[in-house]
């Protein structure tokens, strides 16, 4: 490719109306063009690149023996209704087609790939199998941002598994995991890259995400050091650090009047408490109606899925004020957990043991009591559970080490489906013996776009991107310079040269005066291609090249009859 054959140029100024770091970087290099909020085209440059991430994972597919189909993006209601998600994923962009028919822009395509399979394996032969597809998703984020991390429309890697048994599932699944690893290793982002244990949502308890560090991530990963263990920050199991306040006595307990005051904030400054002595306690009605408190630490926050485990229920909603009030007789802000009925079951976090004089709700509006103390304002629970929110500063309860925390951006993940939606279709298979057994299923999803997105965020400095060299969309810039008509000849000798030995280059061969030396290595250098070379009537002088690495800024003279087997190596 020659630069003067490069319809898109980059751009002097940054991009306004953008949120993220490699939105401004890619828009301003010209790898992609913002269309609506959440949509991106992806330009000549940005192709190349967007292609290469996908042939990468294309490849590690291939060599563990998944196949490669590709679906519709119209989803069918009839098939999503099967699953009860029609009307329960509200990501679902929904419409109706001419004849009539309602349809979706599938987000996730479990509800089309299983009576697909269906049709076709039900032998148990036909098992272990495994199908793939790179295509387009749609969800409708209630909020699109950070660029390429959180779209709209995005292209996306989803690979589906069938199994006769957990055993087999369980196999493949490390299998999945083990080209995945792979996968980030030849991105260039191995090192960065690690498996975390996360929530399994509606189909499992545990999942696995591949989160990589980066400090504007949107995940926080929380790691175990003694046991090598990542986990995401929903499920991280915490023990919080002793308090920082000093209290050698009980004080007396009493009530306070504070009208209005209700924010842990506020009632810290109305109180002249710290944080550590406030409760926060919030009321929730079961999926079997039942009404219950859960409390924590007032600097902490109420972990659902941990208060659901703990509970045994399914599903969990907040108490509305009304419920609330007639519950405890007090308003939301002023509802704690002193002199609540006993049939009010209370779930306690581990966070609110080891402490004197603390605060919480007076179960009377406008009044918070202070000063409580266990055993002798309110009994001490047999039993403290892990209901919160981790944070940093936590440690590991099974190992009594702080947690290490870093932020991350989430660029894959894999987890068990069971029979969710084998079992929604009624797919079986026949054994040995000609019995129908059911069907146990994995999903494996890779963000395409979204790994393009997260390598612009990671690999940059003040100057613009600074790819890895598997996805570059050219290894090697090569800048002709100065006026001399010989220079421009003798570049683009290299050029069919390099192109030859198949080293993919971009040919700056721009010769207007308006565009010098300046502009052609501040295009390099946003643009992040690894190399660049220059080209000039000094450096054909002397029968040499001037190669600059992008990564390093290392500048070397390399003899011109050697340059491209120097670039092979």
Not at 69 to 90: C, F, V, Y
Not at 420 to 445: L, T, V
Not at 476 to 482: D, E, M, R, S, T
Request: a neutral charge; aromatic letters at 10%; hydrophobic letters at 35%.
């Amino acid at each position: 490719m020659k630069y003067s054959g490069l319809y898109v140029k980059t751009q002097k100024e940054t991009p306004s109306g953008e949120d993220s770091r490699n939105a401004e970087l890619l828009i301003k290099a010209g790898f992609i063009r913002k269309e609506v909020a959440g949509a991106y085209s992806f330009l000549p440059l940005g192709l190349r690149v967007l292609r290469k991430i996908e042939n990468i994972v294309r490849e590690e597919m291939n060599k563990i023996g998944a196949m490669e189909i590709l679906m519709p993006a119209l989803a069918s209601k009839e098939h999503w209704s099967q699953t009860n998600r029609w009307d329960n994923m509200g990501c679902l962009y929904k419409f109706e087609t001419a004849s009539g028919t309602e349809v979706a822009l599938a987000p996730t395509h479990e509800e089309t790939v299983t009576p697909l399979v269906q049709q076709f394996a039900r032998s148990w032969k036909d098992f272990p199998l495994c199908t793939y597809q790179i295509q387009t998703k749609f969800r409708n984020e209630p909020r699109a941002k950070s660029g390429l991390l959180r779209g709209r429309e995005f292209l996306m890697k989803d690979a589906y598994s069938f199994h006769t048994s957990q055993k087999d599932f369980e196999r493949y699944y490390e299998i999945q995991k083990e080209a995945y690893t792979k996968i980030y290793e030849r991105l260039g982002m191995g090192g960065l890259t690690h498996i975390v244990a996360a929530s399994g949502g509606d189909f499992s308890k545990h999942s696995h995400e591949f989160q990589t560090e980066c400090v504007t991530g949107e995940d926080t990963v929380f790691f175990s050091k003694k046991r090598k263990l990542y986990l995401n920050k929903e499920i991280a199991e915490s023990k919080a650090p002793e308090v920082s306040y000093k209290a050698k006595e009980e004080l007396p307990m009493k009530e306070v009047e504070g009208k209005g005051v209700i924010g842990v904030e506020d009632l810290c400054k109305f109180l002249g408490v710290v944080e550590e002595q406030t409760t926060k306690t919030l009321f929730f009605i079961t999926d079997s109606g039942e009404f219950i408190a859960a409390s924590v630490r007032g600097n902490y926050s109420i972990n659902e899925l941990k208060l659901k485990e703990v509970v045994g229920c399914k599903s969990l909603e907040l108490a509305s004020e009304e419920k609330v009030k007639e519950m405890t007789g007090a308003e939301i802000g002023y509802a704690g957990i002193l002199n609540l009925p006993k049939e009010i079951k209370v779930f306690m976090d581990e966070s609110m043991d080891n402490r004197l004089n603390f605060e919480m709700g007076a179960n009377k509006t406008n009044y918070h009591t202070i000063n409580i103390n266990w055993g002798r304002d309110l009994p001490k629970p047999k039993k403290f559970y892990d209901i919160k929110v981790a944070q940093e500063g936590d440690f590991d309860p099974e190992t009594n080490e702080k947690y290490e925390v870093f932020r991350a951006i989430e660029v894959g993940n894999i987890f068990p489906l069971s029979t969710k939606f084998s079992d929604a279709f009624n797919f079986r298979y026949i054994d040995e013996g000609g019995k129908e057994q059911p069907i146990i299923m994995g999903c494996y999803g890779i963000g395409i776009s979204r790994i393009m997105g997260a390598l612009a965020e990671i690999f940059y400095d003040d100057k613009g991107l600074k790819w890895p060299k598997p996805v570059s969309p050219f290894q090697v810039y090569l800048a002709a310079i100065g006026r001399d008509d010989k220079v421009y000849k003798e570049a683009e000798t290299l050029y069919e040269e390099l192109n030859k030995a198949g080293i993919e280059v971009l040919y700056d061969d721009r010769q207007d005066k308006k565009i010098g030396p300046g502009q052609k290595f501040a295009d390099h250098e946003l643009l992040g291609i690894p190399y660049r070379i220059v080209m000039s009537e000094n450096t054909n002088k002397e029968g040499v090249v001037e190669l600059v690495n992008r990564e390093t800024g290392k500048i070397e003279k390399i003899k011109r009859k050697d340059v491209i087997e120097y670039l092979k190596k």
